[in-house]
């Protein structure tokens, strides 16, 4: 499993547009980049997931460069309730289904009225 | 619909006594997933089941803690003699095969207080 290295904590105003960057230097061919977001006492909750380029839902968009070797998760104009934990993980996307993953410690974004 | 749920949502225990902690997937998902959360720290995978078997139980702690999915359903974690330590919160997840990779959906947990 490829170690990530996200910064520990984030702070911005609302409105504003935060991008976490994600360090995963050792990603492997197959490896799938995949954010999770996580409130206070509740669940990790599932927002993006890419390989390469650029991915946008409705929640986030994430950029991957060519190389793959970090991706930046970027929320537009965020909210006090976009105060969270957001998780980068990498993994295996190849053999679907199953794929054990390793969250790291998140960065801890708090969005500032 | 509904989602992951986990019961209790709380529970405290002294010392040395068992306890066991459930979880009810999503209808048709069928891998489920369980971490644990100490205070700080992201989810620590402890096991994972494909149907009704343990396909991956190596984040399992000791021989104290053991889990169970009899039914391909609802799975029971089972944790023996606890201890301090054990203290954190549970987190069950599920995903449905063939998903994309590593969308799994997690319940609220259950936070585990050892006295």
């Known amino acids: 499993l490829a170690k990530t290295t996200q910064p520990i904590s984030m702070d911005s105003y609302e409105g504003q547009e935060v991008n976490i960057t994600c360090s995963h230097n050792?990603?492997?061919?197959?490896?799938?980049i995949t954010w999770y977001q996580q409130f206070p006492s509740q669940g990790p909750r599932f927002i993006i997931q890419g390989y390469k380029t650029k991915v946008t839902n409705e929640v986030a968009s994430l950029f991957i460069p060519a190389d793959r070797k970090s991706s930046t998760l970027s929320l537009p104009r965020v909210s006090l309730s976009d105060t969270a934990v957001y998780y980068c993980?990498?993994?295996?996307?190849?053999?679907?289904?199953?794929?054990?993953?390793?969250f790291g410690t998140g960065t801890k974004l708090q969005v500032i009225p | 619909g509904a989602g992951v749920s986990q019961t209790p949502s709380n529970k405290v225990t002294e010392k040395g006594k068992y306890v066991e902690l459930r979880c009810d997937p999503i209808?048709?998902?069928?891998?489920l997933y369980w971490y644990r959360q100490s205070l700080g720290q992201g989810p620590e995978f402890l096991i994972y089941f494909q149907g009704t078997g343990a396909a991956d139980d190596s984040g399992l702690p000791n021989d104290r803690f053991f889990a169970v999915r009899p039914e391909g359903s609802v799975s029971t974690l089972k944790i023996q003699r606890t201890e301090r330590g054990d203290s954190a919160v549970y987190l069950c997840?599920?995903?449905?095969?063939?998903?994309?990779?590593?969308?799994?959906?997690f319940g609220p947990g259950t936070r585990l207080t050892v006295l």
């Open positions: 993980l990498v993994g295996d996307g190849a053999s679907g289904g199953y794929q054990k993953v390793t």
């Open positions: 050792n990603i492997a061919t197959n490896d799938y």
């Open positions: 209808s048709g998902h069928t891998a």
């Open positions: 997840a599920s995903s449905l095969a063939g998903g994309p990779p590593h969308e799994q959906f």
